[in-house]
C-alpha cells in the first residue's frame, strides 16, 4: 500500500453537502462519527443490526436501517443512488469474547465487511474509511507502535479485523480507503448526546465509570507485577470524540485526492490502570475500592502509540488529550443512563 504524504488536505475542509453511510452508527464510536459528520453537514444514514447498538445514541432526524450491514437486502437499497463514502463501524469489539467465540468475530468482523466491500465496489462507492484496532499489532517488543511494526495479532478480534485491512489492501479492491487503529478509546460526548451504553465492558474507563455510578458492583485490577512503574498495565487512552474527528479528516483527505492508508489513532502517551482510578478519585471527590486479581491471558504491560503519520498526513490535531476529562465524561454519561 502506497502511503501518500504529499496530497495533505487541510483539516479545515468544509463539506455542506453529500451522503455517508455509518454503519455501526448507532454503536459506541459510531454514534459520535454520526455527530461530528453533522457537525460538518453531511447526510448521514445509520445501519446498525442493534445488537450492542441503541436507538438513543443516533440522532432522531438520521435514518436508522435495523439490520446486517453485510446484508443485500439492507445495504442495496441504501447504495442506489451511490453514496460519497462509507464509513464501516460495525463489529463485535470485545477481546475476551472473541477468544470464546471465534466463529461469531469471523462471521461478524471479516464476513459481513467482505460482504459490504464487494457490495460498496458494485455500486461504485469511491471512499471508504473503516475502523481497525491497534489489536493487529498483538504484542509488540517497541513502544511507540507505529504503522510499520510487525502485524502479529493475538486474539480473534485482532485477527479479523486485520482480514479486513489486508481485504481492503488488494489489488482487487478499487476502494480508496483509510483504516484507523484506535488503541483505546474512552469518554463521551460533552453535550451528553451518546457515549459507551453497553454493561460490564471490558473497556477500564467505561467499568470505572460504571463503578463510581453504581452500576457494576466491583472493579478488578487484573495484574499489579507487570514491569511498568506501578505494576499495572498502561495504554494509550483517546477521547472517543477526537477519534470520531479524526474519521471525518480522514474522509476529508480521501475527497481531495489522497491514496490509500492505514493509521495510528491515539494520543502518543499512556496512563496505567492505577493512574485511571486515581482520576476517577479526583472526579467524584472520593476513593473507589477496587480488588486486585490475577493476570489476564494476552495483556501486554504497555501499548503506546506512535503518532506521527496522523498527524502529518491527515493535519489531525486531537483537543481532548485529558485523562481527567475523559474519565469525568465517562463517569456523568453513566449517571445519565439511570435518567
Known sequence: MTMATAKNPSPMQTRTSGRVIVTGGAGYVGSHAVLALRARGWNVSVVDDLSTGNRRLVPTDVPLHVGDAGSPEIMTPL??????????????????????????????????????????????VKYFVFSSTASVYGMPERMPIDEDTPLHPINPYGQTKLMTETLLRDPGTTLRHVALRYFNVAGADADGRAGQIAQNSTNLI???????AGNRPELIVHGTDYPTPDGTCIRDYIHVSDVADAHVAALDYLLAGGESAVMNCGYGQGFSVLDVLAAADRAEGRHLTYRTGPRRPGDPPTLIAEI????????????????DLMVRSAIAWERSLAR
Not at 90 to 114: C, G, M, T
Not at 206 to 212: D, I, Q, T
Not at 308 to 323: A, E, F, N, S
Open 206 to 212: 467505561k467499568a470505572v465509570a460504571e463503578l463510581a
Open 79 to 124: 447504495l442506489t443512488p451511490c453514496p460519497d463514502a462509507v464509513m464501516h463501524f460495525a463489529a463485535s469489539i470485545s477481546v475476551p469474547e472473541s477468544v470464546a467465540n471465534p466463529d461469531k468475530y469471523l462471521r461478524n468482523n471479516f464476513e459481513v465487511s467482505q460482504r459490504l466491500v464487494k457490495m460498496c465496489m458494485a455500486a461504485g
Open 308 to 323: 506521527g503519520r496522523i498527524r502529518r498526513v491527515l493535519g489531525w490535531t486531537p483537543i481532548r488529550d485529558d485523562l
